[in-house]
Nanobody
Framework: QVHLVESGGGLVQAGGSLRLSCTAS????????MGWYRQAPGKQRELVAR???????IYADSVKGRFTISADNAKNTVYLQMNMLKPEDTAVYLC????????????????WGQGTQVTVSP
């Protein structure tokens, strides 16, 4: 059974740090794209950061220079290190995992985690 397990959310003061983890199980692909998204109350879900198994990364402008996405392919785990947190970073953070079959432009499937709450107090 395929699923993602997220951890690392919590309550932190502005300027603090948190590290989110997302571990995949139940499938093995050598080519993957993993991302962290967030959704605040009343707002649309937005991409925070994304990384491929080749190490290519993209970030939302609002988190550049503060957040770092990384992956441990051997552990099937993706991380989001969040530094200099701001109250506007408060949201539910969701992990997304998209494995690709070699030569395919589309993912084999798209898997979402259950979400972890990040709350940043002023």
């Amino acid at each position: 059974q395929v699923h993602l397990v997220e951890s690392g959310g919590g309550l932190v003061q502005a300027g603090g740090s948190l590290r989110l983890s997302c571990t995949a199980s139940g499938f093995t692909f050598s080519i993957n794209a993993m991302g962290w998204y967030r959704q605040a109350p009343g707002k649309q879900r937005e991409l925070v950061a994304r990384i491929t198994s080749a190490g290519n990364t993209i970030y939302a402008d609002s988190v550049k220079g503060r957040f770092t996405i990384s992956a441990d392919n051997a552990k099937n785990t993706v991380y989001l290190q969040m530094n200099m947190l701001k109250p506007e970073d408060t949201a539910v953070y969701l992990c997304n995992w998209e494995p690709y079959r070699r030569g395919s432009a589309s993912p084999a499937f798209s898997l979402w985690g259950q979400g972890t709450q990040v709350t940043v107090s002023p």
